[in-house]
């Protein structure tokens, strides 16, 4: 069998209705592409519905994240280009043209950018936005839509920072972080999502908000140590001069608590640095596997 240009992977957990009507539409489009539904431990008839519609179905002996699906199909795709999209009928295989006309422009990553009145409820998509816009300040390039799973990769690329990519729901926040970090281009394409036609959405707003927000740390520290550090330590010292100022004015003296933001401010800057030192020997390979073609 000739190895196919495209891939299509599809992460899926109980989505058996909707991959019953996404599976065909996406065949309609794309009958030259591969394509893959990585079962993350499905209770339903999702083997069935692969099989009745002859797609590859790879299978997870139990449920191991949304993120561990698609590092496994990411690892078993053959095409020098992946698709990755959703199995609950929010992202519509009629973009996946746009998105793919796009990336043949020269990028190396291709994302669907969410737009107003799509499928989140408010409380997501103003969570979306926070992250994006941190996202935005941390590698200083616009971030249109920082956790939309929607996006077209170069396989080669993608698959460098696989050992990066956590195993549940925030695989996107990584790569894209790890893209920009590494110096890839991407690009966004403008997309409406529609609510899901089944089932029940496996996203809980406060556990996963809270890692949403743990995540943001993560790659503060991973990606862009010194634009989250010297904030911080920049703050202290701040503080630690108007304290100082403070006390001596009313006293006439200096105080622990001002030597304590001092500490705090040289100690954060310090870390910062070492941080930096650190993120950086995640990329030293980057140069050399990018040519080797891994």
């Not at 170069?154 to 956590?166: G, N």
Request: charged share 20%; proline share 5%.
């Amino acid at each position: 069998m000739d190895k196919p240009r495209i891939s299509i992977v599809i992460p899926a957990k109980n989505e058996a209705a909707s991959l019953r009507e996404l599976l065909p539409r996406i065949e309609a489009l794309m009958g030259d592409a591969e394509i893959l539904v990585v079962d993350d431990g499905s209770s339903d008839d999702t083997p069935a519905v692969c099989a009745a519609a002859k797609v590859k179905h790879l299978r997870h002996p139990y449920s191991m994240g949304n993120g561990a699906a698609i590092k496994t199909g990411a690892r078993a795709a053959r095409g020098e280009v992946i698709v990755f999209m959703d199995a609950d009928g929010q992202h519509r295989p009629e973009d996946i043209p746009g998105l793919l006309e796009r990336f043949d422009e020269g990028f190396d990553m291709v994302v669907g950018a969410r737009q107003s009145g799509s499928q989140a409820g408010f409380h997501r998509a103003a969570a979306n936005d926070i992250f994006s816009r941190f996202a935005s300040w941390m590698v200083l390039q616009p971030i249109a839509d920082l956790t939309s799973g929607f996006r077209v990769v170069r396989a080669s690329k993608f698959r460098q920072f696989l050992y990066l990519l956590p195993n549940r729901f925030s695989y996107p926040t990584t790569i894209t972080m790890s893209f920009f970090r590494a110096g890839y281009s991407v690009a966004y394409v403008p997309i409406h999502s529609p609510r899901r036609s089944a089932g029940a959405s496996h996203i809980h707003p406060l556990r996963d908000g809270l890692r949403f927000l743990l995540i943001i740390i993560k790659i503060g520290t991973l990606f862009s140590p010194q634009r989250l550090f010297l904030p911080i330590s920049a703050g202290f010292a701040l503080t630690g001069v108007a304290y100082y100022l403070y006390t001596y004015t009313t006293a006439g003296r200096f105080t622990n608590m001002s030597a304590l933001l001092f500490i705090s401010a040289i100690f954060t800057f310090l870390i910062g640095i070492v941080s930096e030192q650190i993120s950086a020997l995640h990329y030293k390979n980057i140069d050399t596997s990018d040519r080797d073609g891994r």
